[in-house]
């Protein structure tokens, strides 16, 4: 089965700049996450763009949605940051018809070694491979379809949000 | 969704003896694991036996079919050492009415930092919740019917096998 | 012998706020660095305080040096900022006689997983019991007295600086 | 100062197999080390061998002594396995002249994240830069001369012994 991974930034993929002591973003670390995983997977990495999700435009929302259509591989992972992830589910949503998105992140970066990005990126590829043509997040072990999550800030996870349209849970 | 994770041992939850200079059991990295994936499922870990698979015997998979029957959990990842990692699948296949199981492992312990163990859970636990009742190995990014899989020993990883039964693939 | 470690903050110690994305300071690794380390020295740590070493006031550093002061131990090992750890070495020289000071830090926090710390702290440790009595910088492997030292910003590393008194190198 | 690191193998570079299961030697991480630790010595690295130290023999150490003789650098860093570092000091003391040797190994392969190999790296090449001439042992953040150090196996660490001429300690 053909996967595509589009790499949109995000923790996931930040770095320690040990001469400004900041983190900021140099490459996708995906292909190694990919080995250190042994996946086996047909998979393509792209990278869309390398991005803070708090700084995400509408443009860039456009642009993302514009690779997933691009896509010739019917199943695609999106890696996202987390503070704006549900956005982008929701303006997914509807808009790629014959495929299964599914958005992960981070919560610490790959690169700090207690990270969640290789749980969370095996959960992705999984859910990926199963779930329905829809948008989905993946995050904490759960999977979320666009229009039913919300990211609990305090708390830092992603919890299930009552449904946009009925307001049922 | 509830669901109930059962240790059996493997490379998965090997350790290293800094005084023997060999590799042993002392005790399950599983609860580690899920805080590091930040997982929030509602997931048991039963702790069934700890062992190196090839030395599993008839009665250790009886009792790993046992523990599976036992569980109130529909859902059930498997953690297992990956040299007979198939042979138990294929024991307990057709014997687990009613629930979806998936076995995973690791090539790497768990503690040496590079392993595959944290991707193959987040991969396990996620199949776990959308695949339909019946016996499945997911390693590699990858899942795989019970009958439908070995290892490739010299490569290290999980390829279909042909069907058990017919013979095609 | 006898040996005292005095944390005062710096990249040494911070760790990842996951749920702000920025760095902080929650508590000094010291313990869990020596325990890596298999430290059989007689090592007591003491926390002076948990500071970016950019914020450090003259009334900071006069603290410390009360500190190194107060110690009973003859051989201390300081972990502090890099920013402006020649600037306190600086400060102490000349100021705890009968006492080997050794300052040390890091320019990737310990928990990042590539970390110099764990090297730097070797080092230090190592220093301390050999060198003179005098105030010192331990970094990138090397040892430099006090007034010969500063650091190269856009490297990232320590080099010698011409004598501070004479101008010769 | 020029130094030289020289490896002849030992738990320090030792690496798993991931298909074998069992710990064996690629090759040497120092290089891999020394940057991790920012070091900025001039350090040569020379591989003399690549082994368990249980497995030297008497045509090994001659080796390692040539290969000190040899060296232009007159401060060297040996790494070496813990099981027999003692007797390789022992064999090496009072034959390299005009030298500062230190021994210095890990209980735990670099590779497995939770080594002591960074630190006792950092410490080793500290202690060579500042002690005198003769052979010595750097482990557990101390350094004790060749002729004044055991391993304790049961505990896995060095002490000091008696006086090996005159039984006083």
Same mark, same amino acid.
């Given at each position: 089965m053909k996967m595509a991974i589009?790499?949109?930034?995000?923790?996931?993929?930040?770095?320690?700049?040990e001469i400004g002591g900041a983190l900021y973003f140099k490459k996708t670390h995906l292909q190694e996450m990919l080995? !250190?995983? +042994?996946c086996r997977l047909a998979v393509r990495i792209q990278v869309v763009m390398m991005k803070d999700s708090l700084e995400m435009t509408g443009t860039d929302r456009r642009r993302i949605l514009d690779a997933c259509r691009a896509c010739e591989e019917p199943r695609?992972?999106?890696?996202?940051?987390?503070?704006? !992830?549900?956005?982008t589910a929701r303006f997914l949503e509807g808009n790629v018809p014959g495929k299964?998105?599914?958005?992960?992140?981070? !919560?610490?970066p790959y690169t700090f070694g207690s990270s969640d990005g290789l749980f969370n990126l095996g959960s992705a590829l999984s859910f990926a491979q199963?779930? #329905?043509?829809?948008?989905?997040?993946?995050m904490n072990g759960r999977f979320f379809p666009a229009g039913r999550v919300r990211?609990?800030? +305090? +708390?830092?996870?992603?919890?299930?949000? #009552?449904?946009?349209?009925?307001?049922t849970e």
């Open positions: 589009l790499a949109t930034g995000g923790t996931f993929d930040k770095e320690y700049d080995s !250190m995983g +042994r695609i992972v999106i890696t996202h940051g987390t503070d704006t !992830m549900v956005e299964t998105v599914v958005l992960t992140g981070a !919560m610490i199963v779930l #329905p043509e829809g948008v989905f997040v993946a990211k609990d800030r +305090r +708390r830092g996870i992603f919890v299930k949000s #009552p449904d946009k349209t009925t307001g």
